[in-house]
Every structure is written in C-alpha cells, then in structure tokens.
C-alpha cells in the first residue's frame, strides 16, 4: 500500500503463530523507483524458531527476485536494509526467490514492484509479528 511521499507499507504488522511458508504481501506498483529504504520490525513474543523475511521485485509481472533479506529468530529487532538502482548488477544475474542469504541485499536491481514474502519456522507465540515499512525515492 502506497502512501504520501514514497511511503509504503509492504506487510501490515501481522501476528505469526503456526510456522508459515511463502506467504506473500501485496505487490506495490514502483515503476520510476531509484532507491528503497525498508525497515522490517519484529516484536517477539515467545517460542518460535526462524522467520524470515524477502523483499522481491519484478519487472512487468514477470519474475519475483529477491533483493533484500531479514532474518530473526527469538528476540525483538527492528532491521534496515538500503537498495539502489544506481549501483551496478552483474550481468547475466540468475533469478532467487526466498533464497537470498541472511540479512544481505542486492544491489542495482529495483523493477516497477515490490512486495514481501516470508517463512516461519516453529510455532511463536505471545503476540509474535512482523511490519515491514519501505521508503521509495523516484
């Protein structure tokens, strides 16, 4: 959902319990992006195992990418991540969904949409969740 001034929420906060897989938010139309900013915020409650967290791209409906990670296990975080189009891709770059390693980007590579996908392992509980928060420059 885009909000004034570039401002997108990627993921509502929404609670994890049960272990999830590939459960994906809503695709945020970006066409024109240069630069994102995104702030995953994890409130822990207890129990649980792993989540993670991919921010994906794609260009024209066609493949999803993964160009950011966040990984969290059993204490709260609030994490950022920083993409830029201006920084060059290695050419020929092979396509990853939910794949990208722990906590790391990549760079050079913002098409016209993004959304979030993420994995749970474990069962949390305790009012375990996630909000990720972006921040787009056009």
Same mark, same amino acid.
């Given at each position: 959902?885009? !909000?004034?001034?570039?401002?997108i929420?990627?993921?509502? $906060?929404? =609670?994890?319990? @049960? #272990?999830?897989?590939?459960?994906?938010?809503?695709?945020?139309?970006?066409?024109?992006?240069?630069?994102?900013?995104?702030?995953?915020?994890?409130?822990?409650?207890?129990?649980g195992?792993t989540?993670?967290?991919?921010?994906?791209?794609?260009?024209? !409906?066609?493949?999803?990418?993964?160009?950011?990670?966040? $990984?969290? =296990?059993?204490? @709260? #975080?609030?994490?950022?991540?920083?993409?830029?189009?201006?920084?060059?891709?290695?050419?020929?770059?092979?396509?990853?969904d939910?794949?990208?390693?722990d906590?790391?980007?990549?760079?050079?590579m913002?098409?016209?949409?993004?959304?979030?996908?993420?994995?749970?392992?474990?069962?949390?509980?305790?009012?375990?969740?996630?909000?990720?928060l @972006?921040?787009?420059?056009?």
């Amino acid at each position: 959902m885009r !909000g004034p001034g570039g401002l997108i929420t990627l993921l509502p $906060a929404t =609670t994890i319990a @049960a #272990a999830v897989t590939a459960e994906t938010g809503i695709a945020c139309p970006v066409e024109g992006l240069r630069d994102l900013l995104v702030e995953a915020i994890f409130l822990y409650g207890s129990s649980g195992t792993t989540l993670k967290v991919w921010v994906q791209t794609r260009v024209k !409906g066609g493949t999803w990418r993964d160009i950011m990670n966040f $990984a969290f =296990t059993t204490s @709260a #975080a609030t994490k950022w991540s920083k993409t830029s189009i201006s920084i060059a891709l290695a050419a020929a770059r092979a396509a990853s969904d939910a794949a990208l390693t722990d906590d790391t980007i990549l760079d050079g590579m913002l098409g016209d949409e993004v959304r979030v996908k993420y994995t749970s392992t474990g069962t949390y509980a305790g009012a375990t969740s996630i909000q990720v928060l @972006a921040s787009a420059k056009y």
